[in-house]
Nanobody, 123 residues
Framework: VQLQASGGGSVQAGDSLRLSCVAS????????TGWFRQAPGRERESVAS????????NYADSVKGRFTISRDNAKNTVYLQMESLKPEDTAVYYC?????????????????WGQGTLVTVST
């Protein structure tokens, strides 16, 4: 499966952004998907994950209450709605698809990764 992430940009603290990730190829709707991010000089970290039906969702503590992951299987797309952005949210955001139905925040759980989209949050 190929993944194309988009929606990143430069915003100010407190602003919102919505990231999208469109999948093509292997059946998308059967598998869990996740969003991860990597800031300069730091390791990749988990952000959120969603099961194949969209009913099981996990969030990293750092984004709980501010970010919302969702998916539209008819459009082969997963979204990340980001509210109340902070400078520490600055990173390249990646989407990923696993080969499992249930979600996980562990990066090693995922097999296919998109190219990333940059989010920059300034004060």
């Amino acid at each position: 499966v190929q993944l194309q992430a988009s929606g990143g940009g430069s915003v100010q603290a407190g602003d919102s952004l919505r990231l999208s990730c469109v999948a093509s190829g292997r059946t998308f709707s059967d598998f869990s998907t996740g969003w991860f991010r990597q800031a300069p000089g730091r390791e990749r970290e988990s952000v959120a994950s969603i099961g194949w039906r969209g009913s099981t969702i996990n969030y990293a503590d750092s984004v709980k209450g501010r970010f919302t992951i969702s998916r539209d299987n008819a459009k082969n797309t997963v979204y990340l709605q980001m509210e109340s952005l902070k400078p520490e949210d600055t990173a390249v955001y990646y989407c990923a698809v696993s080969r499992h139905s249930m979600p996980s925040l562990r990066p090693e759980y995922y097999r296919n990764w998109g190219q990333g989209t940059l989010v920059t949050v300034s004060t």
